[in-house]
């Protein structure tokens, strides 16, 4: 991987452990081990925005979960994120997401996170992936009851890259500003009695209760799913350079097991699911079955 790369992951990496903290160029520079005017340039080329601005969106979008999830005074929550002053904020928080944060804690309606997506991710899945070593996938049942999903389409893409140029990355960011069941947004490759014309078979979106009758973004649709049994394939947790060699694992773990074994067949009528892959839980994706 070159030193590029690194050195806005590094940069990224910084921003994260220090969000609550200032943070000048001069510190960015000194991670990257560049001049602050080529670790400006470098981290805007391979990020799309400039640093300030990185830090100001990642900034707004924890002030957001924690107005929804923390009991304490916007004030509080302005100054611990290291804006200057609550008009400051507040306006900031306006033009991000057309609503102050007072309106936002009140009514939490879908919005647009910053989801700091690091750069190594599309650089590693590029590269050719040997497998190194036997890993170990863990497979547990787990049942989910009848729910609707909503979701936002593409085009024509059956995987996560695809998906992203046809959509934007930023649609995981409204996803993750919403309410799921399971805990957090889920990505699905749809069967083909659920796929609209011209649209893609690879979708994102939340499981919500099938009484649901909350507020839907605009772009968004809903689908209704039965309840069913799923597989859950879960590998080890990895490193996040082992990113695209733990997909694989897991992904090649189940093409290979037989749910016969457990007196289950493949049901191909409902759809798979994958979840964001994080390093500290393992890849994780549920296939569905029924009972034989």
């Known amino acids: 991987m070159n030193e590029k790369i690194l050195a806005v992951h590094s940069m990224q ?15 960015l520079a000194k991670t990257a081990r560049f001049s602050p005017w080529y670790a400006h340039r470098l981290f805007k080329e391979l990020t799309g925005i400039p640093p300030a601005e990185y830090i100001r969106k990642l900034r707004l979008s924890e002030a957001a979960k924690r107005l929804k999830t923390e009991k304490c005074r916007v004030s509080d929550i302005a100054m611990a994120l290291g804006f200057e002053s609550v008009d400051g904020f507040t306006r900031s928080f306006v033009r991000k997401f057309g ?9 939490p309606t879908p919005i647009t996170l910053f989801i700091p997506y690091d750069v190594k991710f599309r650089e590693l899945f590029k590269e050719k992936i040997i497998m190194e070593k036997v890993r170990n996938v863990f497979i547990q049942v787990v049942h989910k009851p009848e729910r609707k999903v909503i979701i936002k389409r593409g085009v024509a893409a059956t995987g996560y890259w695809d998906y992203c140029n046809e959509v934007g990355c930023d649609v995981w960011g409204t996803l993750m500003s919403m309410d799921s069941l399971c805990g957090e947004p889920v990505c699905l490759w749809l069967p083909k009695k659920y796929i609209v014309p011209n649209t893609s078979e690879y979708v994102q979106g939340v499981e919500v209760d099938k009484d649901f009758v909350g507020n839907i973004p605009d772009g968004f ?3 209704d799913l039965p309840a069913c ?9 990895f490193r996040e350079e082992d990113y695209c060699e733990a997909i694989n ?3 090649e773990a189940m093409n290979k097991y037989e749910p016969s074994v457990i007196g289950y067949e493949w049901d191909n009528e409902n759809p798979r699911i994958q979840l964001e892959p994080r390093g500290e839980r393992g890849y994780i994706e ?3 079955v029924k009972s034989k």
């Open 13 to 27: 990496d910084y921003i994260l452990e220090h969000m609550t903290e200032e943070i000048t160029l001069m510190d």
């Open 229 to 237: 049994t799923y597989l859950m394939f879960q590998g080890e947790p």
């Open 249 to 251: 694992a897991v992904q």
């Open 99 to 107: 609503m102050t944060p007072s309106e936002y804690r009140l009514f």
């Open 286 to 288: 549920l296939k569905a």
């Open 221 to 223: 649709d809903v689908i």
